[in-house]
């Protein structure tokens, strides 16, 4: 039986730029659609639209496309796109290639429901890369269990540092009202961290489910990582701007 999870959107944005990412897209989308009753949007931004996408999800996913020649994928903006189209109390912003134990996004979502909380991440922090073969193995089963008991297999995707991102719920009204996302990250950047530091400084109440987030591997081109310098310099003047300014100085930006 799925879990009702009506009152939730899940917005994923995506450039699918390998066949890899391909097949993550729909193994993510399956994966909500099969355990939760819920929205899923998946806005794709790319050069010319091939239908693929559209025809794959099918009609269980609210698809949107959008014609874009700029290389560098500007996630920040298509979030807040997405968010247009939100018509559910709470929304996840969701990435393309990630998946998490059902009891953990239930959890997470229950908390907000129940206890007022603004924000719920459905992890840790802990985001565990499953490695081409155990990502081969979740494929051909779309078994949680697959993953879980390969975990001590796996690598975290980032040594040495707490993940904010790829998987995070937030209260519609109250994500609005802190000024969605922060367009000054253009392109692959800090934009998870920012966003908790903003919620943090606004006095959200934040809960943090326990458990990992398993992360599907796939090939890393130019929007899974820096690819100028530019970029790198941008994203870090965004976040040490946000860290330092006080609540009324992030009110006064989203008015």
Known sequence: ????LADVTFMIPVRVDSLVRLENLILTTRFLSE???CHIIVLEADTCNNGIIR???GKRVEYYFV???DSVFYRTRYINRMTE???TPFLCIWDADVVVPVSQIAEAVGKMRTEGFEVALPYDGRALDTSAPIRELFMQS???SVLQRQQKKMNPLHRNLTL???AVFVNTEAYKKAGMENLSFYGWGSEDFDRYERWTILGYKIYITKGVLYHLTHPRGENSTFSRKSQVIGSETALF???VSSRQELLKETR
């Open 1 to 4: 039986m799925k879990i009702d």
């Open 241 to 243: 701007k946000t860290r």
């Open 85 to 87: 189209k939100v018509k």
């Open 55 to 57: 025809k794959m999800l």
């Open 142 to 144: 779309r078994r949680m």
């Open 67 to 69: 014609e874009d020649d």
């Open 35 to 37: 355990h939760f009753n």
């Open 164 to 166: 904010r991102g790829g």
